[in-house]
């Protein structure tokens, strides 16, 4: 939320450099307020879980925020019965007509496959080309994170000789940007997955701002400059047990999984494993509601078309 100050305070120059949201008197007197409507589009096998993760991190927000939930039509659900996607979540053409401040796109267990090969990229497409027109920021995580840069701008993904599987540390390489705000100058999140993206072609985008990086693993956080486009490579929706979780699962499956990284103290597993991005997720979503908040339409069918 903005703080309202003295027209002409002197410390407003130094905040807004620092991406504190001010607003003097005129604008406090005259500003319209109305919910923020959020969609978030779960491509997760197993989305009950994904949902309380997203919504524990959106519900820590003084702000009021409506959030629907979307599933792709063109491949059935395993794992979740259809009866509850009936009754509680959309398809694209439920929505295609509604206009949204944000989109959250999550990640899918697909990223090993071409994206053409992906049964439901069509669809992924039509949500995308959507949200150019419907949606004033987009935050895509994981596989999506790839898909957007891919389908965007041409940026391809390549396999890991092995899977990043763990809690590793970024730098930040940006300095008070909005979506960093309160940061400390490195961060931790979790990673899991076995692809990366060209980080080379990311740096000689000039439509792409790069947030966040480490020397061990590339890239983390990338956003156009309007913030109305924002990719995520790791989880920061994640909870404290959801590393061992899948690790346990892919041992079951029979998968040669190693333990995940930085994770367990001594590298022990009998250990509690650390949850040291929690206090991260939640600055990055306050901050994103926070800059959605302040720029998005009022009325949202006045959504500009999103240029690149």
């Not at 500003?31 to 309380?52: A, G, S, V």
């Not at 990640?107 to 992924?124: C, D, F, L």
């Not at 041409?154 to 590793?168: E, H, M, V």
């Amino acid at each position: 939320m903005p703080i309202k100050i003295a027209d002409g305070l002197s410390a407003s120059e130094a905040l807004r450099k620092e991406g504190i949201v001010t607003i003097g008197e005129h604008r406090a007197k005259t500003q319209d307020i109305r919910p923020l409507k959020i969609l978030i589009l779960n491509l997760m096998p197993l989305k009950k879980p994904t949902e309380l993760q997203l919504l524990r991190l959106l519900g820590d927000s003084p702000l009021q925020i409506e959030i629907d939930f979307a599933h792709t039509s063109t491949r059935l659900a395993t794992h979740t019965e259809p009866t509850y996607l009936d009754r509680c979540y959309y398809t694209f053409n439920e929505i295609k007509n509604r206009f949204y401040d944000g989109l959250i796109i999550t990640g899918a267990p697909v990223e090993i496959m071409p994206y053409e090969e992906v049964g439901y990229w069509p669809e992924i497409l039509d949500y995308l080309q959507w949200a150019d027109t419907h949606v004033f920021s987009t935050l895509h995580f994981c596989w999506a994170a790839q898909a957007g840069l891919y389908r965007d701008y041409g940026i391809a993904k390549r396999l890991l000789d092995r899977k990043l599987f763990g809690i590793y540390q970024y730098s930040l390489t940006v300095r008070s940007h909005p979506l960093l705000r309160g940061f400390d100058d490195r961060y931790f999140i979790p990673q899991s997955r076995h692809t990366a993206i060209d980080d080379q072609a990311v740096d000689h985008c000039p439509d792409l701002e790069i947030l966040s990086r480490s020397e061990e693993n590339g890239i983390n956080i990338i956003s156009d400059h309007s913030c109305r486009r924002i990719f995520i490579l790791g989880h920061f929706e994640y909870d404290a047990d959801t590393l061992e979780w899948e690790y346990k699962r892919d041992h079951a499956r029979g998968m040669e999984t190693s333990l995940p990284e930085h994770y367990y103290p001594g590298n022990n597993p009998q250990n509690h494993p650390r949850f040291v991005w929690c206090s991260y997720a939640h600055l990055f979503y306050h901050n994103w509601l926070n800059l959605v908040y302040q720029d998005t339409p009022y009325k949202l069918n006045d959504m500009p078309a999103y240029r690149h």
